[in-house]
């Protein structure tokens, strides 16, 4: 009940806020957020009843961070801030993907893949920012990263055991689309890549294009889409407004049909009233790019890959005309209408996005690849090589701890051989001494070996006396 | 009545190590709080003043004047805090549960008295003789209160702090050859020669500590009681790194902080290969702090005073954290009967919330006070040094995340296994508690502490 409450609350402050708020961005965060909340809220009232750990309060509190990631971000005041909001975003994935759908080998492994490729990027990124311009390639290394850019997507499609809701904000303006926005709005520290560069980056946006068509599972294929979007807006990055806009556009529709697709996937597939509305949005989405022909080929990609996911899941005829949980899918595609009609031209280009959809949708082609699987397995094969750095290392730990051992047995054993040779002075030396000034003393006595101690002593006697008047003489 | 403050600082716990030995363990838990309490009114009094100094000249050997120097000055300040809040929690935990415990406790006070010495003191002589004091009740700790090996690992930790501080004195001596005395003043102007300053590193090396002579920590860590390990995480680590920023590196302008750099950087990347794959849960933390300290090595070779400050503050936040995992451990230990990861896949499955914030307190992420150290310790070694030297410090920022998810992985995931329903224990639950609030209002209001090293450096 406190979870519905709390998420409840967090749409009304995102509603309430955003009429104060300037930032881009951020507006479309906080809107976006507060479509999730509700449609969150609908979506746990019907799956009331069941007990889970850790809670369902995780959703407030996720949504809560990655905004405050965002609002950190945008406003940073002190270069640690923008740091403290890169990674705030983070942690709102990972605990999003932890614990959102309940707690489990396979979530936790999602959200360890998730924040530890997120931290390599950033461990770059830290290095690039500081480093004060001299090495802008590390922050577009951590940009490229976070936001999920071809061959670092992998990440992102293992996010996606996380519920509809979770996988709408990771998709948004909140977790990935942040990382695209940074160059946008803090250009004059990531600087401008070479024009080389970005035909590496339309390679990318290419490549998932091309892995989103290939892919099997309807949440897959739009977790690839993203990365094809958001490579073409970093591609687009050389003019901001276009690249802002386009960034906005696609926000809002990819947090619309991660919603969308997560009611139809509950209900069992699309209905007439939701099949319609993707037809739509993922129209809109994929038509917006259309005035640019190298835009357009990945477009037409990720449209057909669209239309697939649709064939995926299948139509039926039964379900409820309009479920509640799909307004908002629509509210967030209206909004959307209003931000970017102004900029919307008509044009006939745009037919072929439309046209590739309507082939995805009624051509179901046999082709499997799961680009993803092969990426993971890069992925685990660089884990595994720091596991066995890890076994190595511990190996040379326990060779240390028998080195110092053997120094301090040798030690010991040094003290050993001293004391043994002071015991055998005392026992034998000292005797061997004495027995030889004996014998000394008998020699001088004469006749060796049968004199007694009175007569060597006063040999001794004498000597000694004869020495010290000797001595008295010449001295 | 500055003076008096500074004498008391360290005279007060040596005093109620006298006191101890006539109380009841009831009366005993009351007087900790109250001793504590009253440090804390003391420290509060030197923060207000920011700065008080006291100079009594001691004794003149070949020449030069022996001081009993002691100072509060903004750079120590938190590590005066560090060892009240720390000390006397340990302390107060460690009351409830050990036996003997009127001995134990005067021993934990005579190691928080010298602790606090070593922090205060002015004059490198003095310094050399807390330094040396704190080793013994810490050692008679380790000897006389934990696991079953724990008489091994004391010797261990006595035999190789000892040698550590032999090579400390041999530098110090040569050092001060060259000096007209050997107060702070005269040692920080005066150069010291290249001979003496790797002595004195390799001396201070063991016990920060970095990693072929770390070798004594693991298993002190391991075989001390709980309390032991945090005073020893919390506190006794942070001499060494103290005395290295304090006494050593204090110079931004050296020759040979790249050797440092690198010897830092070795030592995280070693320590944390070793902690992912241990299966103790108790060595896995204590090769966790190894992996911290490193940096603070690392931030003492950047060259650049923001990288000197947030060495000096990641003592402080490390200690607090570290602090809190331990006795974390100790409550599972305590709670389920193991250390062992194996033994405890699935524990934290229906309680994952405590165990996951002191995790990512301990990765460092923003909020946390270890974010902000850290983050100043990249940034002043890649203005310092050059961005290519920031990703040594920066890739400790991957590794933790690496080793602290994965072990979280393993408690957390459930599996068949039954555990007791509930993982807290009253006064464990709360001590963790306590020390990430504390870690969290460190990182959340960081300017606090920042204000206090802003001069260090320049």
Redo the contacts between chains.
């Keep these: 009940m406190l979870s519905l409450w709390s998420l409840g609350g967090l749409a009304a402050i995102c509603i309430g806020a955003r009429f104060f708020v300037r930032e881009p961005l951020l507006q479309a965060a906080l809107e976006i957020t507060s479509a999730i909340s509700l449609y969150t809220v609908l979506d746990l009232q019907q799956a009331k009843g069941r007990s889970r750990?850790?809670g369902d309060l995780i959703y407030p509190i996720g949504f809560g961070l990655a905004l405050i990631g965002v609002m950190?971000f945008v406003y940073a005041w002190h270069?640690?801030v923008l740091?403290?909001?890169w990674?705030?975003v983070s942690?709102a994935g990972w605990?999003l993907i932890a614990?959102a759908k309940g707690?489990?080998?396979h979530s936790?492994?999602a959200?360890?893949i998730a924040?530890?490729i997120n931290?390599?990027g950033?461990?770059?990124w830290?290095?690039?920012f500081?480093?004060?311009g001299?090495?802008p390639e590390?922050l577009w290394i951590g940009i490229l990263v976070k936001a999920g850019i071809f061959p670092f997507t992998f990440w992102l499609i293992q996010a996606m055991f996380a519920p509809a809701p979770v996988s709408a904000l990771l998709h948004s303006a909140l977790i990935v689309g942040m990382a695209a926005y940074m160059p946008l709005k803090y250009s004059t520290l990531t600087h401008r890549l070479p024009a080389w560069s970005m035909e590496v980056i339309w390679g990318a946006a290419l490549g998932a294009a091309l892995g989103a068509v290939l892919s099997r599972s309807p949440k897959a294929t739009l977790a690839w889409t993203t990365g094809a979007h958001l490579a073409m807006v970093i591609f687009l990055s050389l003019e901001p407004p276009r690249a802002l806009s386009y960034l906005l556009h696609h926000s809002y529709l990819k947090a619309a049909l991660f919603l969308l697709l997560g009611s139809a996937q509950k209900e069992g597939g699309f209905t007439s009233y939701s099949t319609i509305l993707w037809i739509s949005l993922a129209t809109f989405l994929t038509a917006s790019g259309s005035y640019d022909k190298r835009l357009l080929v990945i477009e037409a990609l990720t449209a057909m890959a669209l239309g697939r996911a649709w064939r995926r899941l299948g139509y039926q005829q039964k379900g409820s005309f309009l479920s509640p949980a799909s307004v908002f899918p629509f509210i967030l595609g209206v909004r959307a209408a209003f931000l970017s009609g102004a900029s919307l031209r008509l044009s006939w280009e745009a037919l072929v996005p439309l046209l590739s959809l309507g082939a995805g949708m009624l051509y179901h082609h046999p082709f499997k690849l799961r680009l993803d699987v092969w990426l993971l397995k890069g992925n685990e094969l660089l884990?595994s090589l720091?596991?066995q750095?890890?076994?190595?290392?511990?190996k040379?730990?326990g060779l240390?701890?028998l080195f110092?051992k053997k120094l301090?047995e040798t030690a010991v054993r040094g003290g050993n051989i001293f004391a043994e040779l002071e015991s055998y002075v005392a026992r034998r030396g000292w005797p061997f001494v004495a027995r030889q000034f004996r014998r000394g003393i008998s020699f001088l006595a004469g006749e060796g070996m049968h004199t007694s101690y009175a007569q060597a002593l006063s040999w001794g006697l004498l000597v000694s006396l004869l020495v010290s008047m000797l001595w008295r003489l010449l001295f | 009545m500055a003076a008096l403050i500074l004498n008391l600082l360290w005279l007060s716990p040596v005093a109620a190590a006298g006191i101890a030995f006539t109380l009841t363990r009831r009366g005993l838990l009351t007087f900790t709080i109250g001793h504590g309490l009253f440090q804390l009114l003391l420290w509060v009094k030197l923060y207000l003043q920011r700065e008080a100094a006291l100079q009594i000249p001691w004794s003149s050997l070949a020449g030069k004047t022996f001081h009993y120097a002691l100072a509060a000055q903004p750079s120590n300040l938190a590590l005066l805090l560090l060892t009240i809040i720390v000390g006397h929690l340990a302390l107060y935990y460690g009351q409830r549960e050990v036996g003997r415990v009127r001995s134990f406790s005067a021993l934990f006070w005579l190691a928080l008295g010298f602790s606090q010495g070593v922090f205060l003191a002015k004059d490198v002589l003095l310094f050399f003789v807390f330094y040396e004091a704190a080793l013994v009740p810490a050692f008679l700790l380790i000897y006389g209160w934990g696991g079953i090996r724990r008489k091994e690992a004391a010797v261990k930790f006595a035999l190789f702090t000892l040698g550590g501080s032999v090579l400390f004195l041999v530098g110090m001596i040569l050092a001060l050859n060259s000096l007209p005395d050997s107060t702070y003043e005269a040692w920080a102007s005066g150069g010291v020669s290249l001979a003496a300053w790797g002595l004195m590193t390799v001396g201070l090396a063991v016990k920060l500590p970095l990693f072929p002579l770390h070798s004594w920590l693991g298993e002190a860590h391991v075989e001390a009681a709980t309390a032991v390990s945090m005073l020893l995480a919390g506190i006794l680590l942070k001499l060494g790194g103290y005395a290295l920023l304090q006494w050593v590196w204090f110079s931004l302008s050296s020759d040979l902080a790249w050797l440092l750099r690198i010897w830092g950087g070795v030592s995280l990347a070693y320590a944390a290969a070793v902690a992912t794959g241990q299966i103790d849960l108790k060595r896995l933390i204590a090769f966790t702090s190894i992996a911290h300290m490193a940096l603070v090595a690392v931030g003492a070779g950047a060259q650049d005073e923001r990288g000197l400050q947030g060495a000096y503050h990641q003592l402080f936040t490390h200690g607090l954290i570290s602090a809190g995992l331990f006795a974390w451990v100790g409550m599972v230990e305590k709670v389920l009967g193991s250390r062992r990861i194996t033994e405890l896949r699935g524990s934290l499955a229906r309680q994952p919330f405590q165990a996951a914030i002191l995790f990512f307190g301990a990765i460092g992420i923003p909020g946390s006070a270890l974010f902000v150290s850290e983050m100043m310790i990249v940034w002043g070694v890649a203005a310092g040094s050059g961005w290519s030297w920031a990703l040594i410090p920066a890739s400790g920022v991957v590794l933790s995340a690496i080793y602290f998810l994965r072990t979280y992985r393993e408690l957390a995931a459930p599996t068949e296994k039954v555990f007791p329903p509930t993982l807290s224990l009253p006064p464990y639950q709360k001590l963790v508690w306590l020390l990430i609030l504390l870690s969290v209002g460190v990182g959340i209001y960081p300017k606090l502490w920042l204000d206090l090293l802003a001069h260090v450096g320049r």
Excluded at chain 1, 389 to 394: A, D, K
């Design positions: 750990v850790p950190l270069p640690l740091f403290a909001g990674e705030v942690i605990s614990f707690i489990s080998r936790l492994e959200a360890f924040f530890v931290r390599i950033d461990a770059f830290l290095a690039g500081f480093s004060e001299k090495f590390g884990l720091w596991l750095i890890s076994r190595l290392s511990i040379v730990e240390l701890e110092y301090a």
